[in-house]
């Protein structure tokens, strides 16, 4: 039971290149998140999915996507990344109580 | 708009000794709930306690407890007998019933002094 997973660990990108985080779950939960975490700013949201094929923005969605195709899985999408997309990202998974947290992602934005 | 305030940036504390970090919420929505996640420098998050809006009792697990105020939308995490172990940051999150987001406080960062 891996729980919730994350790919990759870590990643450089210089500004404009694009990637997709993926997140995988294995305990069949219908809610998942995605996190950013920034020094002295706690978790902020980015967007959120209630169900597969649903997807929802949260507290900073801009410059991000998301897709939710298979239960599993939630991608996130950095299409023209930008210096201020440094950051920690969390993905988590939900069944209506604790969340729980894959290790995060470092990237890094030249 | 739903909201958490942890005031204590830092906070420390001597080993075996008990403390309290504080955490406030705001919501208009009568449903709720609420929770405690540490994460240690390490980086993972573990989720530490939960209290739904309902729950008349306060919820403890082990050394931890939430002192539950509605009253005054307080939500406070009680560490007791800390341990060296127990230095990490400390995050207050509030569940919104019909969305289904949550919602993090900035964190509190404890250390434990042998």
């Known amino acids: 039971n891996a729980g919730v997973t994350q790919t990759p660990k870590f990643r450089v990108l210089k500004t404009g290149q694009s990637m997709t985080l993926l997140c995988a779950q294995d305990?069949?939960?219908?809610?998942m998140y995605w996190y950013r975490q920034d020094p002295g700013m706690g978790l902020r949201l980015i967007h959120y999915?209630?169900?597969?094929?649903?997807?929802a923005k949260g507290e900073v969605p801009d410059g991000y996507n998301v897709s939710r195709l298979k239960k599993q899985n939630f991608l996130l999408g950095l299409e023209s990344a930008a210096p201020s997309q440094t950051s920690v990202y969390f993905c988590?998974?939900?069944?209506?109580?604790?969340?729980?947290f894959g290790p995060g992602t470092r990237l890094t934005v030249t | 708009a739903q909201k958490i305030t942890q005031t204590q940036p830092g906070m420390f504390v001597q080993e075996k000794e008990a403390v309290t970090l504080d955490c406030t919420y705001d919501?208009?929505?009568?449903?709720?709930?609420l929770f405690w996640y540490k994460q240690p420098s390490s980086g993972e998050m573990i989720f530490l306690i939960y209290?739904?809006?309902?729950?008349?009792q306060n919820a403890t697990e082990g050394r931890y407890s939430l002192n539950f105020q509605k009253a005054r939308k307080s939500a406070n995490l009680v560490i007791s007998a800390s341990q060296l172990g127990d230095s990490a940051m400390y995050f207050c999150?509030?569940?919104?019933?019909?969305?289904?987001?949550?919602?993090f406080g900035t964190g509190t960062r404890l250390k434990v002094l042998a």
């Open positions: 988590a998974s939900s069944d209506n109580y604790e969340q729980y």
């Open positions: 305990m069949n939960h219908e809610y």
């Open positions: 999915s209630v169900g597969e094929g649903t997807t």
């Open positions: 919501t208009s929505d009568p449903s709720y709930g």
């Open positions: 209290q739904g809006s309902y729950d008349q």
């Open positions: 999150a509030m569940r919104d019933s019909g969305t289904y987001k949550y919602i």
